[in-house]
Every structure is written in C-alpha cells, then in structure tokens.
T-cell receptor, first 113, second 115 residues
Framework: DQQVKQNSPSLSVQEGRISILNCDYTNSMFDYFLWYKKYPAEGPTFLISISSIKDKNEDGRFTVFLNKSAKHLSLHIVPSQPGDSAVYFCAASARSSWGKLQFGAGTQVVVTP | DADVTQTPRNRITKTGKRIMLECSQTKGHDRMYWYRQDPGLGLRLIYYSFDVKDINKGEISDGYSVSRQAQAKFSLSLESAIPNQTALYFC??????????????FGPGTRLTVL
C-alpha cells in the first residue's frame, strides 16, 4: 500500500507559466518531505524539502506548501522553464524511521515553448 | 567526479543467472541504500545499511541480497535473476542525522534487463 501518492502521472505546461505538482500521504508519522527531480539516464537529485513544523518553504523558483491537516503537499514552479522538463518525485520520512524515504510514483512534467 | 557511482550502467542477463550491481561513494556517508524504480511505482527500497555492520531489509528484499564491503561500497546481488526483476536500480547515500539527514544522494542508476 503506497503511503505517498502522486495521482497525476503527467503535466504539460507552457514556458513562463506556473507548474503545480501535488502529493498526498497517508502516514501521520511523516514529518519531513522532499521533492526530487529526475532527468532521463540520471539519478534523482534533491530539489527542495520541508519540515512538518512549517507550511511553506521557498527556494528561488521553487516553493513547497504543506497542509498537514489534509496530508497534502504541493510543489510550485514559477516561472516554468524548458529545463524543468523532468520527472518529479515526492518523498516522505518519519523521524522514527531514521532517514528511510517513501517515494511517490512520480509526475512527468513537460514544459512547452 | 561523481560522488556516487554505479557499475554496470546497463546489463542484460538471462533468467537464473547471478548478477551483482556495485555502488561506490566518495561522500564519506555511513548510510547507503538500494532502490528499484518501476513505471507507475516510483522508487522502492530494497535494502539499506546505516554502517558497515548494519544491514536491513527494505520493503521488497525477496530475491535480493547485499554486501557492505566498506563504508564506501555497497553491492546488490540477484542470486538467480527472474524477468520481473527487470527494472532501473539506484544506489543512494545519506549523512548522519541532522537538519538535512533525510536528503539522499543518488547514483546514475543501472538498467537491468532479465530475459
């Protein structure tokens, strides 16, 4: 049973517009959330994270929002650029599991000119 | 130079063969992980090791074994490969617990095909 779910397998967005990627989780013990970006033929690379004590974290064009009551987080990319075309994975961990991550299935983002 | 390397990058093998995938890291991390990626399922944890003497099963360890030869090396073996082990395999590392201890650093992956 997947504890981290990304229900949109793909997303197409125009260059310059906002990309919004969504992630839901079921385990209330999760207290740290990460987004990874993956290009073809490469390993995932860390993008941004958020602790459960916050509801927003921003890093340049990337912002992650956390809604603990809804067990939902989202990644906003503004503005979207062609280099953002990649697969994005949501991941979560619980302090009790000491660094083990649970990953979602990923969302393929395509940024069109 | 890459911090986390995996060999081979691609491998095609036959059912029943023994296969070893190797991972090396220069990040000085104690924690190492093996994942497999399948379409629609994301990354699933096979085995993890928090130091050289500590090996733990992940959520899908059946059919796999691992060896932690040194702090920097963590190998994954398929004793008798089967077609449903065809997947993309990733090794990852992470540092000691701290503000960013959850961040894992991934190798480039090994694409394994079992015929």
């Amino acid at each position: 049973d997947q504890q981290v779910k990304q229900n949109s397998p793909s997303l197409s967005v125009q260059e310059g517009r906002i990309s919004i990627l969504n992630c839901d989780y079921t385990n209330s013990m999760f207290d740290y959330f990460l987004w990874y970006k993956k290009y073809p033929a490469e390993g995932p690379t860390f993008l941004i994270s958020i602790s459960s004590i916050k509801d927003k974290n921003e890093d340049g064009r990337f912002t992650v929002f956390l809604n603990k009551s809804a067990k939902h987080l989202s990644l906003h990319i503004v503005p979207s650029q062609p280099g953002d075309s990649a697969v994005y994975f949501c991941a979560a961990s619980a302090r009790s599991s000491w660094g083990k991550l649970q990953f979602g299935a990923g969302t393929q983002v395509v940024v069109t000119p | 130079d890459a911090d986390v390397t995996q060999t081979p990058r691609n491998r095609i093998t036959k059912t029943g063969k023994r296969i070893m995938l190797e991972c090396s890291q220069t990040k000085g991390h104690d924690r190492m992980y093996w994942y497999r990626q399948d379409p629609g399922l994301g990354l699933r944890l096979i085995y993890y090791s928090f130091d050289v003497k500590d090996i733990n099963k992940g959520e899908i360890s059946d059919g796999y074994s691992v060896s932690r030869q040194a702090q920097a090396k963590f190998s994954l073996s398929l004793e008798s490969a089967i077609p449903n082990q065809t997947a993309l395999y990733f090794c990852a590392t992470s540092g000691d617990p701290g503000p960013t201890y959850n961040e894992q650093f991934f190798g480039p992956g090994t694409r394994l095909t079992v015929l």
